[in-house]
């Protein structure tokens, strides 16, 4: 059954040729790529969440958990493997996630976003009062190598680009697969009416909490690379304006398909990029007036554009 | 670094009655100021089912507004009889929260009541976005610093401690306005309306109660309440970009603590949240970062609802 | 609304699908146009934009006019950098280190940048530090105070600091303390609960520790950044009755805790030492109590010795902004007078051409210049960073006059309070500041 | 005797002051068509939801096949094979009618569904339309639910309870809110589905002429008691049925509050 259809084609397709872009594109425009994508990661986590009717206002927790371990396997156990830290930063994720979605899977509505909010920014605070990590200042990720071997310079951030479209192409693969599987659809239908969900003899809560642990997983992964991209990590990670950018993010590609949350991530680092290099004194406004916008006159997000189109053509 | 002293000198305090009245003070003014924030964001979510995002730009509004009249007026006229400040402040307050309030909701809420609540929450987060530049286009970045109805008030001793007299009046306009909230509840006709509202807004539309209206003047009395939040804070700090953000995940805890939609429970959830936070500072101040956020979740964990908030359970 | 869909939808379609073909095809556009392009990173939003961002932004803006126009007074009449226009790029610092790291890229390989002048926050200069080496761009931080920069960059070669580090404010600040003859047997301390504040605290209890060991700690306060309302703060120092209260405060948070400190009495009874005090030095109007001492971080602002070129900008940003420029400005204006003299230098007499990079590189390192706060030299930290002395003073307020100026002022030299190269500034204090030259 | 499907002893249940259950005893054997009739505020929705684990009883036993139902999730007794339908149709209403069906199969078939496999394979797409041409709703098949008539949607509701193959259906008014022409078309669909799979069915119902076609028993509810039980002409000629349930008629003055609690 691992048979892959024409959006698996198409996903993998579009990974291929931007890990071909690396060589061809300018510098600065796949080191944007790479930080859109790692951030559309932790989108993804949160629209996976949103389908079931959720909103995290705290997935930087995840995200922030992602990075650090990064950081702190190579300055305290000596990892310097790229691959063994994203592992170990998607391992410390999901326990914690384990830990905490027992909690979480109680709330809904307003009480998941301002508890998940609440828990996120413990994190900073603890963080914040750890001087030996630096603080707010955070620290800087130092000699990662990629199966034994290094890169320096340019060809390092090209790796991380790389490595960046690699992770991202097989986690929309497995999502887009998980949509259109049982627990997707069942996702939607908890959001829909959960006690019909609970009256087919399904556990609305198990379902949420694995969903949970895929969420977090995918935004561990999302915080990883991020920490490698940048070289840095800092506690504004867990910081809730952080994860209200995710939302915004989910809520302009919308839910309606696995790609949406890259396309917007992608856009979003563009438009944000060039509000802040022309209108410094009101990007966030403009960002602010997009997201109404979306809201008002796309509210599925911008992939309703793409799937309209589509609709009319067939 | 040598971390000594600190724990024998804790113990000693722990026991002394100036840190007694001391916690017992901070606690109650912190905790006025919070009520104060938080008044009008539980009042539009109790009307309105809104999660105000922006609740903490209507209150840097409000500063904003009243601290550069304030300004204005002792740097225009400097033989002003100074007290006449303090009208100007809520005056400000008052005009700048009708004005936002009202083209807010005229202008964009009204199109979008039939939204489920999240959605409105994101809204209100777009308008955060928007507000926080606009008072930055308006106002500028530079800091501003209106003390003078701050210092015209002098201080009190009570006990060994100083407090400014700034301060104590802030507890008493917190009274103040937690009690014309409750009078209006309570025993106006108006209220009764506004209670059927938040008790089942279905049967209130069928009963013939104008929801729009009631919708529109809820929400020009939050923005109000938060822009006078805004304001009688203003000379006690320096009004600078980005007090609003601040303050709005502080206004969260309160509301979530108490129960949303709560007046009393915003009441309670201040007091817990200030006197906690104040205990905090004089006795294990390395804790008081988290203070806040763990008792949010502590509540939330034991009754998701907040102390104040009533569980609906769904009919089938 | 519906028909209003129909034909927002494809405009939205055409206006997305035209922004993404212009972001991506947008070409790089060439450094060769005959200009010097420096990219300026400063706070232009947010809490820190009001006291450090904006005063910088119109000392950079002020100074780059004047020095395209040669009018500037002193070794620098030659036009702009070099004899070419300098062109700038401004970047607002607000939004965190990862979105800096982006910017920064852009700055470097999109517009590429012949250097970069900023940089306010610790976190973001650490962050930026290894990408300027990388990229190979000639990067003058020109305030973060993080000590960890040339710790962490052990052998820099694109990375410069014009401004000092914040171990010097608060090695200064003890020393200014026992200089004065204060009691240090109860010791208050109220910082944000941030990286600056907890190292300010730990550099000053560790340095006055060292220099007078009877010194006790009555209370550490760490309320949040941006707080504003300090309350129970003052009451519990307060009631820790102490003789010195120190405090790292900056920009909205240190007048507030001013204001409410001073309302209160606070400061009747306590001496009270504000590393960054000065940059509110003409706003308190005598809300601050006299004897409050006042740090500038360096011998910037009110502190600025009385030269030509001090005197020259002093006037200017007077003239153009109408308030007395205070130390962000100052200091702003050291970074980018130290990137001209090093790039004059290395064109060693060829005006009119971008200096060859390696060359301006060699000429920064170990560099001594001209700057608005006296004479600099980059003789720490293999070159990079600049040594200069501290000041602190005594706020004095005329009701009559309405102006406030500093009294007592006591001023260290560079060598009296900075650590040599290859320790740390944690090392040296513990160690009793082994070579350190004070002029008493 | 044999086990019975549903057995209940001396269940009670109050809330606050209103009893809505007091001391019910009922057996059901497997096969029967049972109707619960009475009036608003009786306790009939009470009693399923008590059954159907959405309410814990104040005290008593509800056993099913002979185990014991106290303390269990409404999840775990749908896997024992009991299923019910709702006054109000409880359907996932943005969703389309067939991705309705698919979810109900796809929960019928594991109560953990897959991370992998698609929900639309022909199988289900095939028992998907099977089951709605049962019931008469295929031409609502592509159509979201929340576009759908009342009476549709009450069908599609029990037609996803069934989907589970239970062996015992509880139907909570399964006519109201539907139109009086459509009634009994309605309820002719769904018994034969019933009859099709031998399910037993216990219904609430007001409308005393459906209950008198398709019950073999029914039970008078009246403020939170049974007050009779047995055969529909015995039921309907019991005195006190007439004056306390039938003569109310169905709308009932009495307060909406207090029986809906659940």
Redesign the interface.
């Known amino acids: 059954m691992t048979y892959i259809d024409r959006t698996g084609l198409w996903l993998i397709a579009t990974a291929a040729i931007l890990v071909a872009g690396a060589f061809v594109l300018p510098h600065w425009l796949t080191f944007i790529l790479t930080l859109a994508l790692a951030k559309a990661l932790v989108v993804q986590g949160v629209v996976v969440q949103m389908r079931a009717g959720l909103v995290s206002f705290g997935q930087g927790l995840f995200f922030c958990v992602g990075g650090y371990a990064i950081g702190l396997g190579g300055n305290l156990l000596g990892i310097h493997d790229a691959f063994a830290l994203l592992a170990l930063g998607l391992v410390a994720s999901v326990g914690l996630a384990a830990v905490i979605g027992l909690l979480m899977t109680r709330y809904r509505d307003i009480f998941f976003a301002m508890l998940s909010l609440a828990l996120s920014m413990i994190l900073f605070g603890v963080l914040v009062k750890s001087q030996t990590l630096g603080s707010t200042d955070g620290f800087n990720v130092h000699g990662v190598s990629y199966l034994g071997v290094t890169f320096d310079g340019a060809n390092q951030k090209i790796a991380v680009y790389i490595l960046t479209v690699v992770v991202s192409c097989a986690c929309a693969l497995f999502l887009y697969r998980s949509q259109h599987a049982g627990i997707g659809r069942v996702c939607e239908a908890i959001r829909e009416n959960e006690i019909r969900v609970e009256y087919l003899g399904l556990s609305p809560r198990w379902i949420l909490y694995a969903q949970y642990l895929v969420a977090a997983a995918v935004s561990a992964l999302g915080g990883g690379l991020t920490a490698l991209a940048t070289g840095h990590i800092d506690p504004e990670m867990a910081f809730w304006t952080t994860s209200g950018e995710f939302v915004f993010i989910a809520l302009l590609g919308g839910t309606m398909h696995v790609a949406a949350p890259f396309v917007a991530a992608v856009l979003f680092a563009f438009v944000r990029t060039y509000a802040i290099e022309f209108t410094p004194h009101t990007w966030q406004m403009i960002l602010g007036l997009v997201l109404l916008g979306i809201i008002i006159f796309l509210p599925k997000g911008l992939w309703s554009l793409v799937s309209r189109n589509r609709r009319v053509k067939a | 670094m040598n971390v000594g002293a600190l724990p024998p000198a804790r113990m000693r305090r722990l026991t002394d009655m100036t840190t007694f009245y001391a916690i017992l003070m901070d606690g109650m003014i912190y905790a006025s100021w919070l009520f104060l924030v938080a008044a009008g964001l539980t009042v539009i979510y109790g009307v309105m089912r809104i999660l105000n995002m922006a609740h903490g730009s209507f209150y840097a509004i409000g500063a904003y507004s009243a601290a550069s009249l304030v300004g204005w007026y002792f740097s225009s006229n400097g033989e002003a009889n100074p007290y006449w400040s303090y009208a100007i402040l809520v005056g400000c307050a008052l005009l700048a929260g009708l004005v936002v309030g009202f083209v807010i909701e005229q202008g964009l809420l009204r199109f979008m009541y039939k939204r489920n609540e999240l959605l409105m929450v994101i809204v209100t987060y777009a308008l955060l976005l928007i507000l926080e530049d606009a008072t930055k286009l308006v106002f500028g970045v530079d800091p501003y610093f209106t003390y003078q109805p701050y210092s015209l008030l002098g201080r009190s001793m009570i006990g060994e401690l100083a407090f400014a007299n700034y301060d104590l009046a802030l507890v008493g306009a917190s009274v103040v306005v937690g009690g014309l909230c409750w009078f209006v509840l309570n025993r106006t006709h108006t209220g009764k309306v506004l209670r059927a509202v938040i008790h089942d807004r279905e049967i209130a539309v069928a009963m013939g109660v104008n929801v729009r209206l009631m919708f529109a003047g809820t929400f020009i009395v939050g923005t109000t309440l938060g822009a006078l939040a805004g304001a009688l804070t203003a000379p006690s700090i320096s009004v600078s970009p980005g007090i609003g953000v601040e303050v709005i995940v502080l206004a969260f805890a309160v509301v979530v603590v108490g129960g949303l939609g709560s007046i009393e429970g915003a009441v309670v959830g201040a007091l817990l949240v200030g006197l906690t936070r104040s205990m905090a500072v004089h006795l294990a101040p390395e804790i008081e970062l988290f203070v806040i956020y763990g008792v949010m979740s502590l509540v939330l964990a034991v009754r998701p609802q907040g102390l104040f908030g009533r569980t609906v359970a769904r009919k089938i | 609304m519906k028909r209003l869909k129909h034909i927002v939808r494809p405009m939205a379609v055409a206006t997305i699908a035209a922004a993404a073909i212009t972001a991506v095809a947008s070409p790089s556009v060439a450094a060769e146009n005959g200009k010097f392009r420096l990219g300026v990173v400063t706070f232009l939003s947010g809490g820190a934009a009001g006291p450090f961002g904006v005063p910088s932004i119109n000392g950079a803006k002020l100074l780059i006019n004047a020095l395209n126009e040669g009018k500037v007074p002193g070794p620098y009449g030659q036009k702009g950098i070099n004899g070419l226009e300098i062109e700038t790029v401004v970047i607002d610092e607000n939004g965190g280190a990862t979105k800096q790291v982006e910017e920064f890229r852009n700055l470097a390989e999109r517009h590429k940048v012949d250097a970069v002048v900023g940089y306010i926050s610790s976190g973001d200069c650490l962050a930026i530090s290894p990408v300027a080496e990388e990229l190979k761009v000639p990067t003058v931080m020109f305030d973060c105070g993080t000590s960890r920069l040339f710790e962490e960059n052990k052998t820099p070669r694109y990375v410069f600091r014009t401004g000092l580090d914040a171990a010097i404010d608060n090695i200064g600040a003890a020393r200014y303390v026992v200089d004065t003859n204060r009691k240090t047997s109860a010791v208050a301390s109220i910082q944000q609960n941030y990286a600056w504040g907890q190292d300010s605290w730990a550099d000053f209890r560790a340095a006055l520790t060292q220099l007078k060991p009877e010194t006790k700690i009555a209370t550490e306060q760490f309320p949040k950044l941006f707080q504003g309302q300090y309350g129970a703060e003052i009451s519990a120092i307060a009631v820790s009755k102490p003789d010195v209260i120190h405090t790292s405060f900056w920009g909205g948070d240190m007048e507030a805790f001013v204001l409410q400190g001073a309302a209160r009495g606070l400061f009747d009874k306590s001496a009270a030492i504000l590393t960054c005090g000065e940059s509110a030095l003409d706003r308190l109007k005598g809300q601050a109590p006299n004897g409050l001492i006042l740090g500038a971080r360096g011998p910037f602002g009110a502190f600025a010795p009385k030269n030509e070129l001090s005197e020259w900008f002093h006037k200017s940003y007077v003239a153009q902004v109408e308030m007395a420029p205070s130390y962000p400005a100052y200091k702003m204006a050291q970074a980018i007078l130290g990137l001209k003299a090093a790039a004059e230098k290395a064109a060693a007499g060829k005006t009119g051409i971008v200096p060859e990079k390696e060359k301006v590189l060699d000429a920064f390192t170990n560099l001594t210049f001209e700057s608005v706060s006296g004479t600099v030299a980059m003789s720490r930290a293999n070159g990079h960073q600049a040594l200069q002395g501290i000041s602190y003073g005594e706020y004095r307020y005329d009701a009559k006059t309405k102006q406030a100026s500093l009294a007592n002022v006591k001023s260290y030299a560079g060598d009296c309070v900075t650590p040599p190269d290859g320790t740390t500034a944690a090392e040296w204090i513990k160690a009793g500041f082994p070579g350190a030259k004070c002029g008493n | 005797m044999s086990t019975p499907i549903l057995e209940t002893k001396g269940l009670c249940r109050s809330f606050g002051a209103v009893i809505a259950a007091k001391d019910i005893n009922v057996r059901i054997e497997a096969g029967e068509v049972v109707g619960v009739i009475g009036s608003n505020g009786a306790g009939k929705t009470t009693f399923i939801?008590m059954v159907?684990g959405?309410l814990p009883p104040s005290s008593g036993d509800i056993r099913f096949e002979g185990h014991t139902l106290i303390g269990k999730?409404?999840?775990k007794i749908?896997?024992m094979g009991m299923?019910?339908s709702?006054?109000?149709a409880?359907?996932?209403?943005?969703?389309s009618v067939l991705?309705n069906m698919?979810?109900?199969l796809?929960?019928?078939e594991?109560?953990?569904?897959?991370?992998?496999?698609?929900?639309?394979t022909p199988a289900r797409l095939r028992q998907a339309d099977e089951i709605l041409t049962e019931f008469g709703v295929e031409r609502f098949r592509d159509s979201l639910v929340s576009a759908v008539p009342q009476g549709a949607r009450k069908l599609i509701d029990i037609a996803?309870?069934l989907i589970?193959t239970p062996r015992m259906l509880l139907l909570d008014e399964p006519t109201s809110g539907v139109s009086v022409e459509e009634k009994f078309p309605l309820m002719d669909t769904v018994m034969r589905a019933v009859r099709h799979h031998g399910v037993t069915v216990l219904f609430v119902e007001h409308d005393m002429e459906i209950v008198e076609r398709y019950v073999s028993r029914v039970l008078a509810f009246y403020s939170g008691e049974i007050i009779s039980d047995g055969i529909p002409a015995q039921v309907f000629a019991d005195n006190r049925v007439r004056e306390l349930v039938i003569g109310h008629g169905h709308g009932a003055p009495a307060s909406e509050k207090s029986r809906?609690?659940?």
């Open positions: 939801n159907t959405y999730a409404p999840r749908i896997r299923a019910r709702f006054q109000v409880q359907l996932f209403p943005e969703l991705e698919l979810i109900a796809v929960a019928a594991s109560p953990r569904p897959s991370f992998l496999n698609p929900v639309s996803m309870a589970g809906s609690k659940a």
